[in-house]
């Protein structure tokens, strides 16, 4: 499928970046599951952002350090080898980006800006870090509060990453779905913007709702199979 399609539409997930060292928010032992139900609500940053930078002491240095793994490695991997390729993930790291795949369309944000909520001042969150690290709230020179530019629940989608993606799903032969449960909307529903005829294929450690619908269904080690994927792809490429 992957060989014979002329463009594919991704959609990632937490569950591709687990394989780096990222944990989910949703399964049992991710982050949600540890008392941080409310790390990305936006109420409860305007009242108390401490509630989330203390969550980030220690989640923006793990995403920091960790790396992209093969999963990532395998999409940029086909572009490079001339495969069309549009990255949608839901993720709000850079490892697909840093992997080298482009366009990368971010639907829940990124954490790698800042922007003031006071005075729209936008910076990049590593300058923050050292404020962050030693326990402060990150202040703009307003005295407004700095929020990273993930899509917080309770915000709107960025809508041209939104719009940029439906309009890649549409036009794909192939979706590919990776490492995500498709239970988060408006994000779970992308896939159903495919065209009449477009290959749906899902791979994922769990089930999703979607599964039915598919053409091909992978229930195992995303890396392991984005692997042997790739290695099968550049046999047929010769």
């Known amino acids: 499928m992957v060989a014979e399609a002329e463009s594919i539409a991704v959609l990632t997930g937490a569950g591709i970046s687990t394989a780096s060292g990222i944990p989910d928010f949703r399964s049992a032992g991710g982050v949600y599951s540890s008392g941080n139900a409310n790390v990305f609500d936006l109420n409860a940053f305007i009242r108390n952002p401490s509630i989330f ?19 990532h490695q395998a999409l940029a991997e086909w572009q490079r080898r001339g495969k069309e390729v549009t990255v949608v993930t839901q993720n709000v790291d850079d490892y697909h980006q840093r992997a080298g795949s482009s366009p990368v369309y971010t639907v829940h944000g990124n954490h790698i800006h ?8 936008r910076v990049e969150t590593e300058t923050l870090l050292p404020l962050i690290l030693a326990g402060e709230i990150p202040r703009c020179s307003c005295k407004g509060v700095y929020k990273p530019d993930i899509t917080f629940f309770g915000e709107m989608l960025p809508e041209y990453d939104w719009d940029a993606s439906v309009a890649a799903i549409h036009r794909a032969d192939l979706v590919l779905v990776l490492g995500t449960s498709l239970s988060v909307y408006p994000a779970a529903g992308l896939p159903g913007y495919r065209r009449l005829g477009a290959k749906l294929a899902i791979v994922n450690r769990d089930p999703t709702p979607l599964d039915p619908e598919a053409d091909c269904v992978i229930h195992g080690d995303l890396c392991s199979v984005m692997e042997q994927v790739s290695s099968l792809f550049s046999k047929d490429r010769h």
Do not use: E, H, M
């Not at 800042?114 to 001042?121: A, N």
């Open 53 to 71: 930078y203390t969550f980030a002491r220690s989640f923006y240095p793990q995403v920091r350090d960790a790396q992209p793994n093969a999963a």
């Open 114 to 121: 800042s922007t003031c909520l006071k005075c729209g001042d």
